[in-house]
């Protein structure tokens, strides 16, 4: 049972939350600077979660293909594709085949916002939400097609790679809708490329949620960059 104080503590806890929550077009926003919708408020679970979360921030594009979708989707989706006749690689000519496509991507990507990310043999297209979708959106944005014609083109002509789309959210809203949200756009994209002429059999689509910040929730401009879509393009092995 509870003593006095901690009863006491307990209770200048919850009226400094709610006293610290102001609105925001409809949201609520706590003193972590996390945003809810009205009548629900962030527990202590919540924000420890929030802090942590915070911890990795700047460490989450370039994360390994595989990490989000699961390793295993991965090696199955490779299998197939080169049981299919798609063809996979080997040796120095993985190495070989993604320097090519990180070079043509480099150069088609120039001007475009899109900022290309290498970790050993997987690449990675970072597209910021300047390019790809608004606040609470998954509707790409009318300048997302030119850019998105460009990584069309040159994944149609690098065939042998899976490619990973992972859709990513700011903090605002719960877990839970947030999550939605991601592999909404993922999906978006996912259908921009197939409709491109890109293999959809190549295509992983998964969506992380706001677990995976690369500037702090805290700000405006911080928000606007963890709203975005990942694209990793991963060799095909023999």
Same mark, same amino acid.
């Given at each position: 049972?509870? !003593? ?23 949201? @609520?926003?706590? !003193?972590?600077?996390?945003?809810? /919708?009205?009548? @629900? ?5 919540? +924000?420890?979660? +929030? ?14 293909? &595989? ?5 295993? =989707? $991965?090696?199955?989706?490779?299998? =197939? ?9 080997? &040796? ?7 320097? !090519? ?16 990310? +290498? ?14 979708? &608004? ?7 009318? #300048?997302? #097609? ?10 149609? @002509? ?58 702090? #929730?805290? $700000? ?5 960059? !963890? ?7 991963? /060799?095909?092995? #023999?």
């Amino acid at each position: 049972m509870k !003593n006095p104080t901690q009863t006491l503590l307990t209770t200048a806890v919850l009226v400094a939350l709610l006293a610290g929550c102001q609105s925001t077009g409809g949201y @609520q926003r706590s !003193n972590s600077g996390a945003y809810y /919708p009205p009548n @629900q408020q962030e527990t202590e679970e919540q +924000r420890m979660s +929030r802090t942590q979360k915070g911890a990795l921030i700047g460490a989450a594009v370039g994360v390994v293909a &595989g990490l989000l979708s699961g390793s295993d =989707a $991965t090696e199955r989706r490779q299998r =197939a594709l080169v049981g299919a006749g798609v063809g996979g690689l080997t &040796g120095g000519a993985i190495g070989r085949y993604q320097d !090519n496509q990180e070079r043509d991507l480099r150069a088609r990507m120039q001007g475009t916002g899109v900022n290309v990310v +290498r970790q050993g043999d997987n690449i990675t297209l970072d597209m910021p939400e300047a390019i790809t979708f &608004g606040f609470d959106s998954a509707v790409l944005r009318s #300048n997302a #097609n030119a850019a998105l014609d460009r990584v069309a083109d040159t994944l149609v @002509q690098y065939d042998q790679t899976i490619i990973e789309v992972a859709g990513h959210t700011d903090s605002v809203g719960t877990d839970a809708y947030n999550q939605r949200l991601s592999e909404q756009r993922a999906t978006a994209v996912g259908n921009f490329l197939g409709s491109r002429g890109v293999n959809r059999e190549r295509l992983i689509l998964t969506g992380a949620g706001e677990q995976y910040p690369v500037a702090s #929730n805290d $700000t405006d401009a911080g928000r606007a960059k !963890n709203r975005r879509v990942e694209i990793t393009l991963v /060799p095909l092995r #023999n």
